[in-house]
C-alpha cells in the first residue's frame, strides 16, 4: 500500500517546486502525493496542474466531503472549536450592534476590534487543518515556509505531536530584518494593527514579549493581537516569531552552498539544513544538454521566427497589486510598469522577446503586448531561462534560477524595496530607475563582449548559488527515507 505524503501550498508562488515533487513521488511508485491548497486564495491553476498530472488535492474548505468518519478521536476537539465559533457568532452580533450606535470618533477603535476577532477566527478556522492530517495520516508533511500567517500554522506543532515529520522546502528567503522593515513601511491605517505601542496591545503583549520587534523607535507585532491571542489559545505559536523557517521542521531543504550560509547565519541550525537544490534545477539541466535545440522549439512553439543570431530575451512580468504605500516607486499603476519594461527593448530587431507571468497574472491582462517579436509563454520560468541570454526581472526570487543557470540579469528595483541580496554578483545589474534601467538595456544588447563578460562572471557565481547537476531527485529521495 503507498504511503500517503501531504504538501501543503498556500499561494501560487509556492506551486511550482512541490508540484515537481509531486511528480516525482507519484513516479516512484511507493507515495501517493495529495496537495492541500488554502481555500482563501486563488489557486485554479495549480488544481488544473494536478488534475493533469493525476495528483490528489484537496481545499481546505472542503476537507468535511471526505467521508470523514465521525467516531475519530478528533471528534472532541471539533466540538471544543464549534463552541468557539459560536463565541464568536455572538461577537459578531455585538459588534453590528456596536456599529450603528458608536459615534465617528470611536470608528477607529471598532476597525482595530473588528479586525482581531476576524483574525482570531481565522486561526480557529485554520485548526481544522489538523483534521486532514488525521484523515490521510501521511508518512511525511512537506510545507513551502515555516512562517506566520498561512492555513497551515497548526500543523507544525500537530505533526510534532504525532510524530510526523515535517520537512520544510522554503519557496524565498526573507531575513528578519527585511520583515520588520515591510511591517514598518506600512501605511498608518495598517500599522496601527500592528502597533505594539497601542494602548491595548501593549497591555495585552505583557505577556508575549517575543512577538515584539524595536526598529527605528518603534515597537512592531509580528502579527495582530487576534492572531497572537488565538495562536496562544490553541498552543500553536511559534517559539520564535520573527525568524522564518526556525521551528519544527525535521529538516530545511536548501539549494546551495550560499543559501545554506545565509540560512545558518539567520540562526537556524546547522543540523536540520540540508543542500539539495531544486528540482527546477533538474529541468534547467535537461535543458541545457539540448540549449539550441530548446531555444528553436521555443521559438516555433511561440510563432517566433529564428536563427542562430537572435538573442532571446525572458523578461518577468510583476504581479498586479496595490504598491501606493511605495511612495518612492517612478510608476503609478501595474500598466505603466509593464510599459517602462517593455519600452527599451522595441527597437532591437536582432531580438526576441519571451513574457513570462507572475503565477497571480492572468494571460488575458498582458495579451496586448505580444506581436511578431515578442510572445508570452505559460511555460515555468525554469523551462525558459535555459533558452534566454538575458533576463530582466522586477526582485524576482527566479532571479536565483537565472544565476544557477548563467543567464546574465537586469534586476530593477521598481518598488524601491534596497534589496542588497544580489549587489556584490558580477553577472547581475542592478537599478532602480526608469532611466538607469533603460540605460542597461542599451549597454547590454548594443555590446556583445559585454552580454559575454557578464555572462562568465555569472558562470562563476553559479558555483556558490546552485549550478545544475541533474541529481537533485536522487538527493530529495535520500532525504525522504533519511525522516
Known amino acids: 500500500m503507498k504511503k500517503n505524503v501531504l504538501l501543503f ?63 475519530h478521536r478528533m471528534v472532541d476537539d471539533k ?42 477566527r481565522r486561526v480557529t478556522k485554520f485548526i481544522s487543518t489538523n483534521r486532514i492530517v488525521d484523515f490521510y495520516d501521511p508518512a511525511v508533511i512537506f510545507v513551502p515556509i515555516e512562517t506566520v500567517g498561512y492555513f497551515f500554522d497548526p500543523v507544525f506543532s500537530y505533526a510534532k505531536q504525532r510524530g510526523i515529520p515535517i520537512i520544510d522546502i522554503p519557496f524565498c528567503f526573507v531575513k ?28 495585552l503583549l505583557k505577556k508575549f514579549p517575543k512577538w515584539i520587534y524595536e526598529y527605528k523607535g518603534k515597537r512592531i507585532m509580528r502579527a495582530n493581537i487576534g492572531w497572537i491571542l488565538a495562536s496562544h489559545r490553541y498552543n500553536i505559536e511559534r517559539e520564535y516569531p520573527w525568524i522564518d523557517n526556525l521551528g519544527s521542521s525535521k529538516i530545511v531543504v536548501v539549494e546551495s552552498h550560499h543559501f545554506f550560509q545565509l540560512f545558518k547565519k539567520e540562526g537556524i541550525p546547522e543540523n536540520k539544513l540540508r543542500i539539495v537544490g531544486s528540482l527546477q534545477h533538474d529541468t534547467m539541466y535537461r535543458l ?79 495579451k496586448y503586448l505580444e506581436n511578431d517579436c515578442s510572445k508570452v509563454s505559460l511555460r515555468p520560468i525554469c523551462e525558459l531561462l535555459p533558452c534566454s541570454d538575458l533576463f530582466i526581472s522586477i526582485t524576482s526570487s527566479a532571479i536565483r534560477l537565472a544565476i544557477s543557470c548563467s543567464v546574465p540579469v537586469i534586476n530593477y528595483d521598481v518598488f524601491q524595496y534596497k534589496d542588497e541580496d544580489y549587489e556584490d554578483l558580477g553577472g547581475i545589474i542592478c537599478v532602480n530607475s526608469l532611466q538607469d534601467f533603460v540605460n542597461a538595456v542599451k549597454q547590454v544588447l548594443d555590446n556583445e563582449r559585454y552580454l559575454s563578460q557578464l555572462k562568465l562572471q555569472q558562470e562563476e557565481s553559479s558555483m556558490e548559488w546552485g549550478k545544475p547537476d541533474g541529481l537533485v531527485a536522487e538527493r530529495y529521495m535520500s532525504i525522504i527515507k533519511e525522516v
Open 79 to 120: 466540538s471544543k472549536i464549534n463552541y468557539n465559533l459560536s463565541n464568536i457568532k455572538r461577537l459578531s452580533w455585538l459588534k453590528r450592534q456596536v456599529k450603528n450606535i458608536i459615534p465617528s470618533v470611536f470608528k477607529n477603535y471598532y476597525r482595530f476590534f473588528r479586525a482581531n476577532v476576524e483574525e482570531y
Open 9 to 71: 501550498c498556500a499561494v501560487p508562488t509556492q506551486f511550482q517546486e512541490l508540484f515537481l515533487l509531486a511528480q516525482l513521488l507519484k513516479k516512484c511508485d511507493i507515495y501517493n502525493p495529495i496537495f492541500v491548497f488554502d481555500e482563501e486564495q486563488d489557486n485554479k491553476v495549480c488544481y488544473k496542474k494536478c488534475n493533469t498530472e493525476n495528483i490528489d488535492c484537496v481545499s481546505s474548505k472542503n476537507w468535511e466531503t471526505l467521508a470523514y468518519n465521525k467516531d
Open 288 to 366: 541545457l544538454q539540448n540549449r539550441e535545440k530548446e531555444r528553436l522549439s521555443l521559438c516555433e512553439e511561440l510563432s517566433l521566427s529564428y536563427s542562430e543570431e537572435i538573442k532571446i530575451i525572458l523578461v518577468s512580468l510583476p504581479d498586479e497589486f496595490d504598491f501606493s504605500n511605495r511612495t518612492e516607486c517612478e510608476f503609478r499603476t501595474h500598466r505603466e510598469i509593464i510599459g517602462a519594461l517593455v519600452s527599451p527593448l522595441n527597437c532591437y530587431k536582432n531580438i526576441r522577446t519571451v513574457y513570462t507571468l507572475h503565477p497571480r497574472l492572468r494571460y488575458e491582462g498582458v
Open 176 to 203: 528578519a530584518e527585511s520583515t520588520v522593515k515591510w511591517f514598518y513601511d506600512l501605511p498608518a491605517d495598517i500599522f496601527y494593527h500592528f502597533d505594539a505601542n497601542r494602548v491595548l496591545n501593549k497591555l
